[in-house]
């Protein structure tokens, strides 16, 4: 099974409001990912977990938060967001330094 | 400089016909891996094909193959027999093993729209 759940599907959320993505993934991959895409382009990489630890973050506005409560779960939590962060938000899991499996995606529209 | 390069944004192939899908890429390291991802307009990213720089066969999966051809820096996806399932944006993407690092680096994508 390679399957990685995200929730919600798609969210609306105003600029003042606070928010969370959730990922989730049981295959025991040792590495979770978030993942930002605009429309037309390659995804770019927010953050990395390995082993429950941030081992990247690229340079990532505060206003996005990530928190890894265990191995299977990624929270991306989203705070005073701006229109311009409206995206498709992806999250990844991996083991080793393998391929990466990735989720549906979580459609973010910031107004 | 541009570490994966896509040079064909959109690609039409005919049911049934293959189609080569363009990717070549550039590094230092000796050790790397090379993925390809189909992105349908759902919007998930599904992992198609690996190929290990150290690999001496070109990697095949299904109607999937890779054509590496190291020396060029190149690592084409080939589809055989297309499906009209097959309209989806393609990634070819590299991970360079010597820096120990988790992220891949995505090129610029490929549109490919099958028609019957």
């Known amino acids: 099974d390679t399957e990685v759940t995200q929730t919600p599907k798609h969210l609306v959320m105003g600029m003042t409001n606070k928010k969370s993505l959730k990922c989730e993934q049981h295959?025991?991959?040792?590495?979770m990912y978030w993942y930002k895409q605009k429309a037309k382009k390659p995804p770019e990489l927010m953050f990395v977990y390995s082993y429950e630890k941030l081992s990247i973050n690229e340079s990532v506005p505060s206003r996005f938060s990530p928190e890894c409560p265990n191995s299977s779960l990624l929270n991306l939590h989203l705070h005073a967001l701006q229109p311009e962060d409206s995206a498709l938000y992806l999250c990844a899991s991996s083991q080793d330094y393998s391929e990466q499996y990735f989720g549906p995606g979580t459609r973010l529209t910031v107004t | 400089a541009q570490k994966i390069t896509q040079t064909q944004p959109g690609m039409f192939v005919q049911e049934k016909e293959a189609v080569t899908l363009d990717c070549t890429y550039d590094t230092s390291d000796q050790s790397y891996g090379l993925f390809w991802y189909k992105q349908p307009s759902s919007g998930e990213m599904i992992f198609l094909i690996y190929?290990?720089?150290?690999?001496?066969q070109n990697a095949t999966e299904g109607r999937y193959s890779l054509n590496f051809q190291k020396a060029r820096k190149s690592a084409n996806l080939v589809i055989s027999a297309s499906q009209l399932g097959d309209s989806a944006m393609y990634f070819c993407?590299?991970?360079?093993?010597?820096?120990?690092?988790?992220?891949?680096?995505f090129g610029t994508g490929t549109r490919l729209q099958v028609f019957p």
């Open positions: 993407a590299m991970r360079e093993f010597a820096y120990n690092t988790d992220k891949l680096i």
């Open positions: 190929q290990g720089s150290y690999d001496e």
């Open positions: 295959m025991g991959h040792r590495a």
